[in-house]
């Protein structure tokens, strides 16, 4: 059961994040195809979800209703097992209607920014959310006060609920020790919003009010450089001109340094609060309870990064060698092109599907099937256009319809990467919902990202392997090999630097902005090698903490290191086991929320907790590695 009625949230919000962490650099919507094909279907239809914003409005006011009522049901769950499923029941289904009120509402919105009814109707669902989260915080306590022995009782007698609801009361039972007496939960629910404050001030800063720099670009014109700005003009090819895009970036963000550490420490020190409030040891064991997750998984991930931080420096000293420099590299030339063809490949939105479904192939004709009839449905947003939402998402909170898809498509491979990865999500979730109930359907992020990211991964062998040259195979090569420093490496440092900044406030040593950049820069040295000598790190870019979104997500991103692993050790089994490996891993993605996500890997034949998985993805960056040099020794 969706007991923290968040399945819209998290299904979409993964995507938007991930975006950020691997973005390729700002992209031009100019550059969007022109030629469509007729049989791309390249705008969603919402009338799936509610025929027209009336219907919506008219579904809203029902389950408002029917939300306000549901404290009616307080106080009945010991009486009988009719009496339980039926309060159950009827939760599940405001909770489930919620989430489709919200998936049409955040599409709506998405579609133009700029229209305000859209906004103001995202809004109304969001807080629908909060009034059913306060209207049920009585639900987990009482469940503990029936007890595991009656509970079987209620489950014995009624097989059809407990099949639907077993799994969320066992998990409720688990929380027992980290639950609160009703009046308690309702205060921490409605504390929700203060809470989340600090991210709102964050963004707020990012978004709108941090006073960017103009700066001028070798040609005399002037550009404002902000976040989209940065990430273009970054890559230059002059190795000047990329130092003063940093350091006129950084230089802006280091003036905030002590508004954004006050912000930061803020979120933490939330978090912190939250934890203790419940019973945890450390914020790390709240943020893992949920998914009942070892806490062994966080620091094996750590752990086995840092061992294979050599191949890591591998692939630096490439880089230093292709961008022809003899002395260390600096953290500037982190982001220019080091296999560049003289043309970029484009893959036009009639290109894309065909390829996707040949890359895609060893997922078997089950996958296919699947992902052929999402394609032919009229599912996904394709193409950018003014007022249209940025990046691209996956939100398949609408169990009762299908998932909904946004990209801002413009013909490259970055394009192409995200389409494979947004429909390894969709076909994910069509999985999980025909064969889970809606109670068991809010797959973890943990698994999530492996879905997407082993379809990322077999794109990429598939472009290396049918590149018509030398020059395109290495520059896939390079793609892969950026997407491993970028989503591995370099999300393990970030949560390497949550977790230190977690211990700082639980210790009970004071943060700062200034103290955060000291223990930032420690880790940037580290992962990047300076006492090695690959890398020398200019402290005045160790404010980069600041302005990432990141650290407000609760011990979130790491996820995507783990994923990232996960799918390297799948793709890598199903490429040479064939179907038994293929089959563990649909049947993982089957499985949905029926079990815990480190269970659901075991069950596939993965241990998120043993070195395996992350030595997995190192073999193939080193893999990679070795593919470049054969084919640079090439006359």
Known sequence: MNSDNSRAGARSRLLALLALSL??????????????????????????????????????????????????????????????????????????????????????????????????????????????SEKTAWLAPEIIAVGAARLKAFEAADKTHADRFGFYLDDTLRSAPHTLGSEAESVLAGAGDVLSQPEAIFGQLADAELPYPEFTLPDGTQVRLDESAYEKYRQAADRSERKAVFDA???????????????????????????????????????????????????????????????????????????????????????????????????????????????LSPMGEDYLSLLRRGLAGHWMSLLPHPGKATGAYMNGSAYDVHPYLLFNYIDDYGSLSAFAHEWGHAVHTLLTDANQPYEKSNYSTFIAESASIANEMLLNEYLVEHAPSKAEKLYYLGVGLESMRTAYFRQVMFADFELAIHEEIEHGHPLSGARMSEMYCQLVKRYYGEAEGVMKIDPAYCIEWAFLPHFYYHFYVWQYATSMAGAAQFTDAILKEGPAARQRFLDMLRSGASDYPYELYKKAGIDMASPAPYQALVARMNRYLDRIESLERER
Do not use: C
Request: no cysteine.
């Open 249 to 359: 970036f950084w230089g802006a963000w280091k003036k905030f340094e002590g508004t954004a550490g006050a912000t930061l420490t803020t979120q933490v020190m939330g978090e912190v609060f939250s934890a203790k409030s419940r019973r945890f040891d450390s914020s790390l064991a709240a943020a893992l309870f949920p998914d009942n997750m070892p806490e062994a998984v966080y620091r094996t991930l750590i752990a086995e990064t840092h061992a294979a931080l050599p191949t890591l420096h591998r692939y630096l000293k490439l880089r230093q060698m292709r961008l022809g420099l003899t002395g260390e590299l600096a953290y500037y030339d982190n982001y220019a092109p080091i296999f560049a063809p003289t043309q970029a490949p484009a893959f036009s939105v009639s290109q894309a599907q065909p390829i996707t479904l040949a890359a």
């Open 23 to 132: 973005s390729l650099g700002a992209q031009s919507a100019s550059n969007q195809s022109t030629e469509a094909s007729a049989a791309v279907a390249t705008n969603w239809d919402l009338s799936d979800l509610y025929a027209t914003p009336q219907a919506w409005s008219a579904s809203y006011d029902r389950t408002q209703a029917a939300a306000a009522r549901l404290d009616h049901y307080r106080g009945t769950l010991g009486q009988s097992a009719a009496a339980l499923f039926a309060a159950l029941d009827a939760i599940s289904s405001i909770r489930r209607e919620s989430d489709r009120l919200s998936t049409y509402a955040q599409l709506k919105a998405d579609e133009d920014t700029r229209v305000a009814s859209d906004q103001e109707r995202r809004q109304q669902a969001q807080g629908l959310v909060t009034v059913i």
